[in-house]
């Protein structure tokens, strides 16, 4: 991949991306909120500060996904009723891009996908609810609605204007899970697994005082 | 570098905060990874997601327990290292009667969290599961085993203290559904809007006491509980298979000693009873050796009698020492006919195995007795045969010894049955029908 390099529009500081595909990232030092347009920045807000957050992962982590490198470029926190959860935007040495869900430590990979069969409606979404995508056949065991809480780094699409969203989350029986944002008309699907924390083989994690490293 | 100062990718010790509702120090452990987080002093439960700390709510705790493991301490179970960060008290109401049971977060900043729960000092290790169980005829099927429905109820809080991964509260109330296959369980807890799965893998308590460096004593585990290993797993088995062979064993005794045994005929004569008269008649037979140094005789005598006895008084003597082995056998034998058609009793044969006879030469003296008063014109003579046999070969006690081997499989059997039946006992028997996992309809 080719970085780039770009002067953040509010506060001059240097943007690097890392990905070519990226749509939006925050300025590290001034937090704000940048959009390309073609080659330009455009400052369209502020990222609000993050939440408490002792999450192992960080921009920069990198680790291995079914023997895929990949590196942490950005991340949105979304915010619900019970706390708050983190979508790590992956950058895979391939060129591919797809997601590191950390909801209180339980990860999971997944990746952006087309439907096979019709998304159920929102109205209609409760849980026990199935439906098969790819032949897999998908659970619904919980329901979402969450909000945008922040952003940090490179994104493949911009948030700033994205307020309350509805997720179904689905489960399978053997460790797969698929995600219906319906925060866009049509949804999108994401699928991908569930995985365990040192299968991922994290490097560049975030130190936690007077924990041993893991 | 100043460790006060904050740096990328390095997360402080939490520092100590106040209570928003009673200013108490609250100390928070898993700071942003817990969402809720619980004042000891007045039961606040605080939302620990936000910077703000807004009290959630503030419950009336209906009792207040210490936890076996101090929150805040730290153990290495299954080679992690785990800090204890949250406990809760929860109960069922069986029946009128609460049965309570208790919960502990374990956190790890890497791996996340972790559960212990207790019930009448059976501990479990519990870890979230990401995998919905698949359900099954008896149960649920997960990761290739299956799991047998156990118990389902509606569990509440009552007591609540520390950090927990989701906005607890006293009062809270779950669906829970347990499934077994000793040592593991599989449960859900559903919610309206959610179904969470996890795996419980039995735990000895020492073992935790140990982890946790705990200076308490560890109590002993009350009764069975639903997936608590029998002792008697393998045992059953390997009592039947120790039984199996031994009983081969025994059967290549037999065959072999059975084949070394001399087995000979030493004596075969036919004598005659004459009843008629009522002098006494005794005689003794020929000489005959027994070889050998001590092994058994058996001497069998066939009377050629109908609905009358004999009785022989009789002497196995050592012609060398004198030495004589008196013994008495008697033969009957009757038969006849009635309205259920005909029947006999008794036998025209009788075998008696002498153990313990030394070699040397011996001679068997005889003395005949019968029925005088029968003995009228009826027959007057009895011909009978005597036969010797030294060093049979004997079957008896191998048998014997087969069916007291007996005993202990089938007490092992029995104990881990018994063990079986007090931990389905506490299962409750509507378990099976209401076990759905993944697979609940759409209404």
Redesign the interface.
């Known amino acids: 991949m080719s970085t780039r390099n770009d002067i953040c529009s509010n506060c001059g500081a240097e943007i690097r991306f890392r990905w070519s595909g990226a749509v939006q990232t925050t300025c590290e030092y001034c937090k704000s909120i940048l959009v390309r347009n073609d080659i330009n920045l455009a400052l369209v807000g502020k990222a609000a500060d993050l939440?408490?957050?002792?999450?192992?992962i960080?921009i920069g982590t990198e680790g291995i996904f079914n023997d895929k490198p990949f590196q942490v470029i950005g991340r949105i926190v979304y915010?619900y009723d019970?706390?708050?959860w983190n979508e790590w935007h992956l950058y895979f040495s391939d060129g591919s891009n797809g997601w590191l869900s950390d909801a209180?430590?339980?990860y999971?990979v997944s990746f952006a996908n087309s439907f096979t069969d019709a998304p159920p409606a929102e109205a209609d979404l409760?849980?026990?609810?199935?439906m098969a995508q790819h032949s897999v056949p998908l659970?619904l065991?919980?329901?979402t609605d969450a909000m945008y809480e922040t952003t940090e780094g490179e994104l493949p699409f911009t948030s700033y204007d994205k307020e309350m969203c509805r997720f179904a989350d689905f489960?399978?029986?053997?460790?797969r899970?698929g995600t219906v944002d319906y925060s866009e008309t049509p949804p999108l699907l994401f699928l991908g697994q569930?995985v365990a924390?040192d299968s991922l083989k994290l490097k560049?994690?975030?130190?936690?005082?007077?924990?041993?490293?893991? | 570098m100043n460790p006060a100062a904050p740096r990328k990718g390095f997360v402080s010790k939490p520092k100590a905060l106040n209570c928003p509702n009673c200013g108490s120090a609250i100390e928070l452990r898993a700071l942003g990874a817990a969402a809720g987080v619980i004042c000891s002093y007045c039961s606040s439960t605080i939302d620990a997601t936000n910077p703000q700390l807004q009290i959630i709510g503030t419950w009336k705790a209906a009792m207040t327990i210490e936890p076996a493991i101090p929150l805040g301490s730290r153990g290495k179970l299954k080679g992690v290292l785990w800090e204890a960060i949250g406990f809760q008290q929860r109960g069922i109401e069986v029946e009128g009667t609460n049965y309570f049971w208790r919960e502990y977060v374990l956190w790890n900043p890497y791996q996340g969290f972790r559960y212990l729960s207790e019930y009448d000092n059976h501990w479990n290790f519990v870890t979230p599961l990401q995998v919905l169980p698949a359900p099954s005829m008896s149960g649920l099927v997960y990761a290739n085993e299956s799991y047998r429905s156990f118990q389902t109820a509606r569990a509440y809080t009552w007591f609540v203290i520390g950090e927990f991964p989701w906005m607890v509260q006293v009062g809270e109330a779950v669906d829970t559904a347990d499934y077994v296959k000793p040592p593991k369980m599989l449960s859900s807890e559903t919610t309206e809007n959610e179904v969470a799965w996890s795996q419980g893998e039995y735990i000895p308590g020492t073992e935790i006491w140990q982890a946790f460096q705990l200076k308490t004593p560890c109590p002993p585990p009350i009764g069975v509980y639903s997936n608590q290993p029998s002792p008697y797993v393998g045992r059953v088995r390997s009592s039947w298979l120790f039984y199996g062979a031994m009983c081969a064993l025994l059967l290549c005794l037999m065959v072999l000693f059975a084949t070394l045994a001399p087995n000979k005929m030493v004596l075969d004569k036919n004598y005659v009873v004459n009843p008629a008269t009522t002098v006494e008649k005794s005689f003794v037979s020929d000489l005959f050796t027994l070889d050998g140094r001590n092994d058994n005789v058996e001497v069998r005598i066939t009377a050629d009698i109908s609905n009358q006895w004999v009785y022989f008084s009789m002497a196995l003597i050592n012609e060398e020492t004198g030495q004589a082995y008196d013994f008495g056998r008697e033969v009957s034998f009757y038969s006849g006919s009635d309205s259920d058609g005909s029947w006999t009793e008794g036998g025209k044969t009788d075998d008696v195995l002498l153990p313990n006879i030394p070699g040397g030469k011996y001679y068997l003296r005889i003395e005949p007795e019968t029925d005088p008063a029968r003995a009228g014109g009826l027959k007057p003579r009895i011909p009978f045969r005597v036969r010797i046999v030294r060093g049979r070969p004997f079957y008896f006690r191998y048998f014997l010894g087969m069916f007291l081997l007996l005993i202990p499989p089938i007490w092992t059997s029995i104990r881990a049955g018994s063990f079986e039946s007090k931990r389905w006992s506490e299962s409750d028997p509507s378990g099976a029908s209401s076990s759905n996992a993944s697979s609940e309809d759409d209404e």
């Open positions: 939440p408490i957050d002792i999450s192992p960080q915010r019970l706390g708050t209180q430590s339980e999971a409760h849980r026990g609810l199935t659970y065991t919980v329901i489960r399978t029986n053997d460790g899970f569930f924390f560049n994690l975030k130190e936690f005082e007077g924990w041993p490293n893991a």
